[in-house]
């Protein structure tokens, strides 16, 4: 009775998540992908900042555009005199109210333009490029992050949903057992201790059921809430791109878009946003210490201006004037601080240098270890074959000796707690390689989202 109220149990869940998986909307592995770029915040952030970047490059290059101004102004003045008697030569005059109103109105146009300022609008434009280049490889490694992230979180999902469905066929495996060695023990045939150590391992595999369920109901959680959606919403994850199998061939020809680490590490040098732009944040760096330099040269402008004057705006153009020339500054000594701007970008261009170094060395280990970790997946996957099938036979041998009387119950379930764990342990072994195989196209770089 026990037995089949929980296959009734098992079967009502199986109706309920294939109800939900009708309902559900599909999330295939390409549609995560899209929806993460769309909506990950460190995304977003990255995408702003190389926007804003690229407004500082067109900043820069309006330095060598000249600058242009226009002005007017009107204005109106009025002066009141009382009555009074104004003593002219000792004779009293007597000078009557008056009022007066005078005004100006004016409009100038101004054209001001940089000749030469020690080169440093030069370096100006050529750090706010390097600085744009920066922003954008950021922002391209950033998407190449969370697109690793959701391919291995994906496939966490997929390699749980996998191990739920082995502890699933195992509960249902000792179930039918557990009613083989009922009835043997009904006719006296087994002992009713033998009953009970079914009984306790049926009573193990359901608690081993909830517990692989749960970290698999996490995962989908997970996987969610790093794409940005709704995480109470129910989904149909699945990707039939995605193999839920592979063999040697599928491994070989995965390791042979390789080649060796040497060429690996060159492939990574080449194509890593991060390198380029660490590459870009030094050439930034060499800017700054031209600019810094540019203060010891002098500085040339040159401009023009056009004006009309008048009372009134009718009579504007009775007075217009032309004006045009041209101006050197040069600061002579300010106090040694040109010198300490020239120190600091000197030692900012050092520190430039050493992060390209360590970025070159970081890529390098990067990749090592992507390289150990797909080559150690791939012997994963070749023990874990073997493993099942040896695992598979000790479990056969051993039913058949139990059945027939010449094995005892321990030396089955011995077997067959083997067995699931090599099917365990080959779901890990092929999801695992992979995700090495994910995460040596992320070490690599080369892709672009």
Not at 6 to 13: E, R, S
Not at 30 to 41: F, T
Not at 92 to 116: C, D, H
Not at 338 to 359: C, D, F, M
Request: with cysteine; hydrophobic share 40%; aromatic share 8%.
């Amino acid at each position: 009775m026990r037995t089949m109220s929980i296959l009734l149990v098992l079967v009502l869940c199986l109706g309920i998540g294939s109800a939900q998986t009708a309902s559900s909307p599909s999330l295939t592995l390409d549609k995560a992908i899209s929806i993460a770029l769309e909506q990950n915040l460190n995304v977003l952030q990255a995408q702003n900042n190389a926007a804003a970047a690229q407004s500082a490059v067109l900043s820069a290059y309006g330095s060598y555009l000249p600058s242009v101004s226009a002005s007017t102004n009107w204005g109106r003045s009025q002066v009141d005199r009382s009555a009074g008697i104004q003593t002219l030569s000792g004779v009293p005059i007597p000078v009557p109210a008056s009022t007066s109103v005078s005004g100006s109105t004016s409009a100038s146009v101004n054209l001001g333009y940089t000749i030469f300022d020690g080169l440093n609008r030069e370096a100006a434009f050529s750090k706010a490029h390097s600085n744009s280049i920066v922003s954008e490889q950021q922002a391209v490694r950033t998407k190449q992050q969370i697109v690793y992230q959701v391919q291995a979180s994906y496939l966490t999902v997929l390699r749980n949903r996998q191990l739920v469905k082995v502890s699933e066929e195992n509960l249902k495996r000792d179930q039918r057992q557990l009613e083989r060695i009922t009835e043997s023990n009904r006719v006296g045939a087994s002992a009713v201790a033998d009953v009970y150590r079914q009984q306790s391992l049926v009573a193990s595999d359901e608690l081993n059921l909830i517990n692989v369920q749960n970290t698999y109901d996490k995962s989908v959680a997970d996987l969610l809430a790093l794409i940005g959606i709704d995480v109470s919403q129910e989904y149909d994850i699945n990707d039939k791109t995605i193999p839920t199998d592979i063999d040697t061939s599928f491994i070989r020809l995965e390791l042979q878009q390789y080649g060796d680490f040497e060429h690996l590490r060159q492939q990574a040098l080449g194509a890593r946003p991060d390198y380029r732009g660490a590459k870009e944040s030094y050439s930034a760096a060499g800017s700054s210490v031209t600019q810094a330099f540019s203060r010891y040269f002098p500085s040339v402008g040159a401009s023009a201006g056009y004006s009309l004057r008048g009372t009134d705006f009718t009579d504007l153009k009775d007075n217009k004037t032309l004006s045009w020339g041209v101006s050197l500054n040069w600061t002579l000594f300010d106090g040694f601080n040109t010198n300490l701007n020239i120190q600091n970008a000197q030692a900012q261009k050092r520190n430039a240098e050493i992060s390209l170094l360590q970025a070159e060395r970081s890529i390098s280990v990067d990749v090592k270890k992507a390289y150990l970790d797909i080559e150690a997946a791939r012997k994963q996957y070749e023990a874990s074959q073997k493993g099942v099938v040896s695992a598979a036979q000790d479990r056969t041998v051993a039913e058949e000796r139990y059945n027939l009387g010449a094995g005892t119950l321990l030396d089955l379930m011995t077997a067959n707690a083997a067995f699931v764990n090599a099917q365990a342990s080959r779901i890990n072994a092929i999801y695992g390689f992979i995700t090495a195989s994910r995460n040596m196209e992320y070490a690599i770089g080369q892709k672009t989202y």
